[in-house]
């Protein structure tokens, strides 16, 4: 599988409504709308808001409340990628083959660029023009983004991230760190997204739940995979750079057979998790082929 | 006035709140979590948190409502103190006479702390324990905190603050600068408070607001004055450190005396704002007063 069915309308849809979100904020300081303007809508593949527009479809959930989800949950993907390629995190020079954010601007408008982004996401969960159904659903929308987003989620896995960085860790501690730094929000995506819907039982949240965790981890096995394996032209960043930067990997603690073999497994274990729900679940399934299949 | 009444209690009782959530937070990177305790809990006069209580008991809202109110801005004006502070930013090495939080751990800790902290506000407005009818106002109060924090707020009066330093601004500009980066909190504080209580009319909530936002005015005219005529021991920082950072200031713009007047002036326009309210306004007219004459 090269490419999901109806990314390109998601990419559009998503893109559209967070540019309106943008436009329609006050003119405060032009340049740092500028760089949340730049972190926000340059490039990006959207993989976050597509697991919400195809799980709220699979669940019958209105497409104007998933708008609101994935907008927001897309705001905290992107200050969280501002932040980590910072000089004091990761130094990086490109993302999406284009200048990072500091780059492009400069470090303490890209810092500030997102902790606008982060506050952001929160004035959509605030404001979103959600169904009556929903709106009644604000709070939980907003517990579930909390959980993901802070210390208890990403940004708590990008700290056990930079610890881990030159250290040896155990499998055990790899899957911890990945399952808050990137599992948190993809489950989020997934999490909210059913929150939209008003036939999904506790039992079908908690399966989808485990196949966005399952699919979470493989996401980032695969992306291990890919750093050894796919050249500068695909990534869009230099290849390699997780070795060079001495950090933990599954190939480094597997081998690349061994992580390839693990990213099958979640892969599998993640179909059976779709396969207890009542739905059809066919666009879940290609999500998770896609996941494990891609290139960059 | 040397001294705010009950200023000691207000301490005790939200550095205990702010205490006991981080103690409630799941376990993860311990480094992370001792740097937002340090950005959280070291220092800190708790003004915002005081103009709430006082601006709660005023209205006669529950104390307990205002807890989470007060908590949740405390941690935006935390996260905004170890962001402002780092050497992208002000590079400030001092902060309340300790290391500043970059200094006493690492630059990428600071950042992720202060991305954490930003989060926490939200959690807290999320799950605080509000009484009945608060607990119905909570997204109200997500929609304030929403427009004081990010880019309709204290970012963009950030973003402003730095894109000044070094120009010359006019007073209009430098007015709208500190309403954003300083003001937007403090009026905060006094609007989520009021929206605690059940007695405050829609003019009460707009004279409050009028109050607020002049004594933040006010704030920042008293903050600039006390940096060129205070001493490194009275401030817990360099002395003249707007000057040395080449700032745009109100003795810059309109002399020691002009500002002297203006934040004199601001304060009667504040007292006259209380003025018209139906309740005792004694302890918000006695900050004001202590806001105009503090010497740190």
Redesign the interface.
């Known amino acids: 599988m090269n490419k999901l069915a109806y990314i390109d309308d998601v990419q559009t849809r998503i893109n559209d409504y967070l540019g309106k979100k943008l436009e329609s904020?006050?003119i405060?300081?032009e340049?740092?709308?500028d760089a949340?303007r730049y972190g926000l809508l340059i490039g990006g593949k959207r993989m976050r808001p597509y697991l919400a527009y195809i799980t709220g479809a699979t669940l019958d959930a209105e497409q104007g409340d998933i708008d609101g989800v994935a907008a927001a949950i897309e705001c905290i993907h992107a200050?969280s990628l501002l932040?980590d390629d910072?000089p004091?995190?990761d130094d990086d020079d490109l993302r999406r083959g284009q200048p990072t954010c500091h780059k492009a601007f400069?470090?303490?408008?890209a810092?500030?660029a997102?902790?606008?982004l982060?506050?952001?996401a929160?004035?959509i969960?605030?404001?979103h023009d959600f169904s009556k159904a929903v709106d009644a659903k604000?709070?939980n929308l907003?517990?579930y983004?909390?959980?993901a987003?802070?210390?208890?989620g990403m940004?708590?896995?990008?700290?056990?991230d930079?610890?881990a960085t030159g250290q040896a860790i155990t499998l055990a501690e790899l899957e911890n760190l990945h399952s808050?730094k990137t599992g948190a929000l993809l489950e989020a995506s997934v999490k909210m997204a059913a929150e939209c819907s008003n036939q999904a039982t506790t039992f079908d949240k908690e399966q989808l739940a485990l196949y966005a965790k399952l699919m979470g981890l493989a996401y980032q096995v695969r992306d291990d995979i890919i750093d050894i394996t796919s050249t500068e032209e695909e990534l869009g960043k230099p290849a390699g750079s997780d070795l060079a930067a001495n950090k933990s990997t599954y190939p480094a603690l597997l081998g690349l057979q061994g992580a390839q073999e693990k990213a099958e497994n979640l892969y599998q274990q993640a179909l059976q998790a779709l396969a207890t729900l009542p739905y059809n679940t066919q666009s879940l399934s290609d999500f998770a082929t896609f996941i494990v299949s891609r290139k960059n």
Chains 1, 2 share one sequence.
């Open positions: 904020l006050a405060n300081d340049k740092l709308l949340m200050y932040h910072l004091a995190m400069d470090e303490a408008t810092i500030l997102g902790d606008s982060q506050t952001l929160f004035d969960i605030a404001n604000r709070i907003l517990r983004l909390v959980n987003a802070g210390y208890q940004c708590g896995g990008q700290a056990l930079l610890a808050l």
